[in-house]
């Protein structure tokens, strides 16, 4: 999981000694937002909420191994796929593309 950020509120359950060693170990790197400021946690929030809506409200599971197989395909398809408002309507892979480009200097001829 190298190269994982895991972006969350102050709660006490990411902020548990445990919790940050269990990233560590995974290499799962923790980013939290300002306590009691609401607006840098907006986007991961909505995230959290479409999550929580879609998979464990439409979505029933008989399983937690048919629950695990099905995350994954969701998040790849939310990654590109979905268009997002506060990405300029393009999914979040093509916007991390093009604000990749934006930022590649020109390859020499």
């Known amino acids: 999981m190298a190269g994982v950020i895991f972006h969350s509120d102050q709660g006490s ?6 919790y940050r ?19 840098d946690n907006a986007v991961i929030e909505s995230w959290h909420s479409t999550v929580e ?4 409200r439409l979505e029933h ?3 937690k191994a048919q629950a ?7 998040i790849e398809e ?7 408002s506060a990405l300029g ?3 979040p892979i093509a916007y991390e593309l093009a604000l990749a ?7 020499a001829a």
Do not use: K
């Open 13 to 18: 359950e990411y902020t548990a000694n445990s």
């Open 21 to 39: 060693r269990a990233c560590l170990r995974c290499e799962v790197r923790q980013s939290m937002g300002e306590p009691g400021s609401a607006l």
């Open 53 to 56: 809506f879609e998979l464990l």
């Open 61 to 63: 599971f008989a399983t």
């Open 68 to 74: 695990r197989a099905r995350i994954p395909v969701w």
């Open 78 to 84: 939310y990654n590109t796929i979905r268009r997002h």
């Open 89 to 91: 309507m393009l999914p």
């Open 101 to 107: 480009a934006e930022h590649d200097p020109p390859e």
